[in-house]
């Protein structure tokens, strides 16, 4: 098919957008950064305004390069949870709380110790309502502390409130609304509504990824250089849109999605469930297990602000790279624990913190540079390993999508880490891709999910394992494994009263 698609990712560190041809080609690439704020301990914000601002940019900067009646669709994905307040004009009111804030844990526990499991299935189809990082904590939160909760029009997430921002309509899908509508059913449920003092029409209907959410508006046709009317399509969550353009429903492939964040998931035939990891079915027979981690990209930028304070962002994870390739492969045996906010998959523990171990007199900023690729490729091996134990089915490969896919030493690292042969996706923005794939599912270009990605993803050269760093590695893996269940008393009494 001729013409164009568009894949649009709200990200956490960036707006990113990308011109596909119906081959997956990426033709065009344009990316804008976002501002993140921090008011208080714990309380990560964006201003939803400037997502709107750096939306415009990127999309006009695509269509000042290729003519818009050319686009044939739009596809959305976005950061999630998070959670935007319109007031009565439709308009933000204050910031937006992102999905790695955690003021929420006082909320979290209320609801784990007031609703029942049984309650909580019937419900949202899940028992996660202790978790303070999802919607359900969050917009208690909202209603006990925001001076403005009672004025608020309309709650959306940030991949919905774009929508509405391009086209006038408003919709969710029902991995976005996770924890809010039931799984099953898309719908809200009253009673559950009543204790977060929500009303149902303050909410948005729930469809599929794959559905039409509208037309481009005039307005935004003016402001973004898309053509009036163009399809926008409904989209799911970022991680999920990277999980799509990695493969993932296909049984026995892993995919990492090396961002800001990794989430790490694998393709299994039926729905399963497990300890610290959740199924996911986006519909057209696409089944995974995924384990969304706190850590990933972000710990390489703090190791790059806390240990080298004379290099800029322009060279950061050149030089990062180039001081941590001079380590043999586990680090002396420095091991890093990359729980510098906590962590979510596999162990969902809001006061765990960071941690070296091992340290002896001979190490230098060179070894702790490692011990942090290192540490990340641990955790992802952890829940990888639970994805593979839970459903009986072992990885054969691993897919990295996003930033982190670009890196051939950290790659290695994965690859030796796991023993297994990891294949680099070609794209930059695999968010984007995995939009544009829905959209063109949407559309009815392509069958179902794999048939897109047959035709739209395109793999890099493949990295294999050394089998000679087998041993190492399986050592270093398991004294990374102990060390939390060893700590974990040690970060949930920080004050040190009562018995150790």
């Known amino acids: 098919m001729s013409g164009h698609l568009i894949g649009l990712d709200l990200g956490t560190s960036f707006v990113k957008a990308s011109l596909y041809d119906f081959e997956g ?8 950064p976002l501002s993140i704020i921090y008011p208080a301990p714990g309380w990560v914000e964006q201003n939803p305004l400037e997502w709107w601002l750096a939306i415009q940019k990127v999309l006009r900067l695509i269509n000042q390069q290729i003519d818009p009646k050319t686009v044939q669709a739009v596809g959305l994905c976005a950061q999630c949870p998070g959670h935007v307040l319109l007031g009565r004009d439709n308009k933000p009111i204050g910031n937006a709380i992102i999905w790695c804030d955690k ?12 609703i029942t499991p049984e309650e909580s299935s ?7 309502l202790g978790d303070p990082y999802c919607s359900p904590a969050r917009l208690l939160w909202l209603k006990n502390h925001h001076g403005s909760f009672n004025q608020v029009e309309y709650f959306l997430q940030p991949k919905d409130y774009i929508g509405f921002m391009l086209t006038g309509k408003m919709a969710t899908d029902i991995h976005t609304s996770f924890l809010l509508a039931h799984p099953v059913t898309s719908k809200y449920h009253p009673t559950f509504l ?4 929500l009303q149902a029409d303050q909410l948005p209907p729930v469809l599929a990824p794959t559905d039409l959410l509208g037309g481009i508006s005039e307005l935004a046709a003016e402001l973004t250089g898309l053509s009036e009317s163009t399809p926008v399509f409904v989209g799911t969550i970022d991680a999920y849109c990277d999980t799509l353009a990695g493969g993932a429903f296909i049984p026995g492939q892993a995919v990492d999605v090396s961002g800001t964040s990794e989430i790490v998931s694998l393709g299994v035939k039926n729905r399963v469930e497990g300890q610290g990891v959740f199924s996911v079915n986006l519909g057209n027979n696409v089944n995974f297990l995924c384990g969304p981690m706190q850590a990933g990209g972000s710990v390489l930028n703090w190791l790059a602000n806390s240990l080298y304070p004379e290099i800029n962002q322009k060279n950061a994870f050149a030089i990062l790279e180039s001081e941590a390739c001079q380590v043999d492969a586990g680090t002396d045996g420095l091991i890093f624990l990359p729980y510098l ?10 006061q765990v913190r960071g941690a070296f171990l091992g340290i002896n007199e001979s190490h230098t900023r060179h070894n702790f ?12 091996h952890h829940v990888l390993e639970i994805c593979e134990n839970v459903s009986g ?8 999508c996003g930033g982190g896919a670009r890196s051939q030493f950290w790659n290695t690292i994965k690859a030796n880490i796991l023993q297994k042969t990891i294949y680099p996706l070609r794209v930059v923005n695999s968010g984007c891709l995995g939009a544009a794939m829905i959209s063109a599912v949407g559309m009815n270009v392509y069958s179902n999910f794999s048939d897109a990605w047959k035709r739209m993803s395109n793999l890099g050269e493949p990295i294999l394992p050394d089998p000679c760093l087998a041993n190492l590695y399986d050592e270093s893996y398991r004294i990374y494994r102990r060390a939390y269940p060893g700590l974990q008393i040690v970060f949930a009494n920080p004050s040190g009263k009562g018995s150790l």
């Open 369 to 380: 540079s490692r011990a942090v690729y290192e540490g990340v490729g641990f955790a992802i």
């Open 103 to 114: 003021r929420a844990v006082n909320e979290a526990g209320w609801l784990k110790e007031q």
């Open 393 to 400: 089915c072992k990885a054969d490969r691993m897919i990295i």
């Open 122 to 128: 019937t419900w949202v189809g899940s028992n996660q």
């Open 341 to 350: 906010q906590g962590e979510r998959a596999p162990i969902w523990d809001s």
């Open 194 to 197: 009543e204790i977060l003092g």
């Open 25 to 32: 080609h990426e033709l065009v690439v344009e990316r804008e």
